[in-house]
């Protein structure tokens, strides 16, 4: 029988306006292209996190929104326990400022406690940046892969000592225009691509499914996912700001 994989989708109604639900639905489908069972939980604030979830995604959201999700997933406690037994948390714009140490939000200079799994700190920037964004990641087996992916965000992140970056940029902001994209710390993973940044880069799916699964998960040829890629790359160079 094929081993159930379950994906948790965090509050969809405070943390699901940039259509990063996406990401949830490429994680279960290449998990059934791979021979797994995947479950989608979708769980909104009021009730508890599940215990059982080998990916946690987090999404993008609004100032206000981001807020209250902050303070239903302290008063949680869950991504702390989901980490703690090595599950992934891939966390996406809001969702990676959440997951950081604190974050600011609009003119508001009072920092946000954060749920600090990983060490970013997050302030507003000079401008907002929004476009495409074209990084390079390290990939899997440190073979150097194109990430694609639109970003959106008025918070620059920067990284403390223990994160380490998730990607150089190529074209767009990042963090905070310092070249680095994303944070990485064990298992938790933020960025700042929309895309969803998973559908249009699924080599880095494959690789939150292989952490989460403790396994290198085999290529899965797929020729429109190819092509997808390379007009998305032509695109992101054609817009570069
Ligand atoms: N509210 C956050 C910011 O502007 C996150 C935006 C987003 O999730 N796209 O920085």
Same mark, same amino acid.
């Given at each position: 029988?094929?081993?159930?994989?379950?994906?948790? /989708?965090?509050?969809?109604?405070?943390?699901?306006?940039?259509? &990063?639900?996406?990401?949830?639905?490429?994680?279960?489908?290449?998990?059934?292209?791979?021979?797994?069972?995947? !479950? /989608?939980?979708?769980?909104?604030?009021?009730?508890?996190?599940? &215990?059982?979830?080998? %990916?946690?995604?987090?999404?993008?959201?609004?100032?206000?929104?981001?807020?209250?999700?902050?303070?239903?997933?302290?008063? =949680?406690?869950?991504?702390?326990?989901?980490?703690?037994?090595?599950? !992934?948390? *891939?966390? %996406?714009?809001?969702?990676?400022?959440?997951?950081?140490?604190? *974050? $600011? %939000?609009?003119?508001?200079?009072?920092?946000?406690?954060?749920?600090?799994?990983? =060490?970013?700190? $997050?302030?507003?920037?000079?401008?907002?940046?929004?476009?495409?964004?074209?990084?390079?990641?390290?990939?899997?087996?440190?073979?150097?892969?194109?990430?694609?992916? *639109?970003?959106?965000?008025?918070?620059?992140?920067?990284?403390?000592?223990?994160?380490?970056?998730?990607?150089?940029?190529?074209?767009?902001?990042?963090?905070?225009?310092?070249?680095?994209?994303?944070? !990485?710390?064990?298992? !938790?993973?933020?960025?700042?691509?929309?895309?969803? %940044? /998973?559908?249009?880069?699924?080599? /880095?799916? =494959?690789?939150?499914?292989?952490?989460?699964? =403790? $396994?290198?998960?085999?290529?899965?040829?797929?020729?429109?996912?190819?092509?997808?890629?390379?007009?998305?790359?032509?695109?992101?160079?054609?817009?570069?700001?």
């Amino acid at each position: 029988m094929a081993e159930r994989v379950e994906i948790v /989708l965090v509050y969809q109604s405070l943390l699901g306006i940039y259509g &990063d639900r996406g990401n949830a639905t490429v994680l279960a489908k290449r998990l059934a292209w791979h021979g797994y069972d995947p !479950v /989608l939980t979708v769980v909104e604030p009021g009730d508890p996190l599940p &215990d059982t979830g080998s %990916v946690y995604l987090l999404g993008g959201g609004e100032d206000s929104a981001q807020i209250s999700a902050v303070r239903a997933l302290q008063a =949680d406690g869950g991504l702390h326990r989901a980490v703690d037994r090595g599950a !992934v948390v *891939f966390a %996406v714009c809001a969702g990676y400022q959440i997951v950081g140490r604190s *974050f $600011t %939000v609009g003119d508001n200079e009072e920092a946000i406690e954060g749920l600090g799994l990983l =060490d970013v700190t $997050t302030t507003r920037g000079p401008v907002r940046a929004v476009g495409e964004i074209l990084t390079r990641w390290e990939g899997h087996d440190g073979d150097e892969q194109w990430i694609t992916g *639109f970003e959106n965000h008025g918070g620059y992140t920067r990284l403390g000592p223990s994160a380490r970056p998730l990607a150089r940029v190529e074209i767009g902001v990042g963090n905070c225009n310092d070249g680095t994209e994303g944070a !990485v710390a064990g298992t !938790v993973i933020g960025t700042y691509p929309h895309g969803p %940044v /998973l559908a249009r880069n699924p080599a /880095l799916a =494959d690789h939150v499914l292989g952490l989460a699964l =403790d $396994t290198t998960l085999p290529p899965l040829p797929r020729p429109e996912l190819d092509e997808l890629r390379r007009q998305r790359l032509v695109a992101v160079r054609r817009s570069a700001r």
